[in-house]
Antibody
Framework: EVQLVESGGGLVQPGGSLRLSCAASGFTFSSYWMNWVRQVPGKGLEWVANIKEDGSEKYYVDSVKGRFTISRDNAKNSLYLQMSSLRAEDTAVYYC??????????WGQGTLVTVSS | DIQMTQSPSTLSASVGDRVTITCRASQSISNWLAWYQQKPGKAPKLLIYKASTLESGVPSRFSGSGSGTEFTLTISSLQPDDFATYYCQQYNSFYSFGQGTKLEIK
């Protein structure tokens, strides 16, 4: 059974940093692109970043470029999102998602990031 | 950037009704379109990809159609479990989602 479990969310002050993790199991992690998608509570979905199977390619939505870094450790079946210079508008539930042929076929349960003083 | 616009934003319907949700892209995306269902407090669930291909395990009352810039998600006979929010997503050029359509019980 495919499982994605996010962790690392919490309350952080504006300008602060946070690292999200996603532990994957039930599939060959190193064979899939992985993504982060976020959702402001009560609002819609926004794709944030993705990373190729071997980590050689990474892409970001414009609003987080230069502030967020996606990475993975295939030996540990883990995906990460290092977030810095956080802003109030980054407040959201962050989902880890497995990408199959361009679509998110499995999602984690999400972790809430709140940026507030 | 490709903008995705869904209509309506809210849809009230009854069990057994046939409903259709529309998604329009700001430029042609061929058939690179997916539909997701999300229930409160839960992660989205993939229903349809490549505009009309049903994900494994999804009931056949769900169907998708369209190409280019206009797409539809149809539920042929609403069941109680179908009341949720639905999102379209394009994957022709990076990724973007529609704003969502909340399907409510009438």
């Amino acid at each position: 059974e495919v499982q994605l479990v996010e962790s690392g969310g919490g309350l952080v002050q504006p300008g602060g940093s946070l690292r999200l993790s996603c532990a994957a199991s039930g599939f060959t992690f190193s064979s899939y692109w992985m993504n982060w998608v976020r959702q402001v509570p009560g609002k819609g979905l926004e794709w944030v970043a993705n990373i190729k199977e071997d980590g050689s390619e990474k892409y970001y939505v414009d609003s987080v470029k230069g502030r967020f870094t996606i990475s993975r450790d295939n030996a540990k079946n883990s995906l990460y999102l290092q977030m810095s210079s956080l802003r109030a508008e980054d407040t959201a539930v962050y989902y880890c998602a497995r990408w199959g042929a361009g679509v998110a076929d499995y999602w984690g349960q999400g972790t809430l990031v709140t940026v507030s003083s | 950037d490709i903008q995705m616009t869904q209509s309506p934003s809210t849809l009230s319907a009854s069990v057994g009704d046939r409903v259709t949700i529309t998604c329009r892209a700001s430029q042609s995306i061929s058939n690179w379109l997916a539909w997701y269902q999300q229930k409160p407090g839960k992660a989205p669930k993939l229903l349809i990809y490549k505009a009309s291909t049903l994900e494994s395990g999804v009931p056949s009352r769900f169907s998708g159609s369209g190409s280019g810039t206009e797409f539809t998600l149809t539920i042929s006979s609403l069941q109680p479990d179908d009341f949720a929010t639905y999102y379209c997503q394009q994957y022709n050029s990076f990724y973007s989602f529609g704003q969502g359509t909340k399907l409510e019980i009438k």
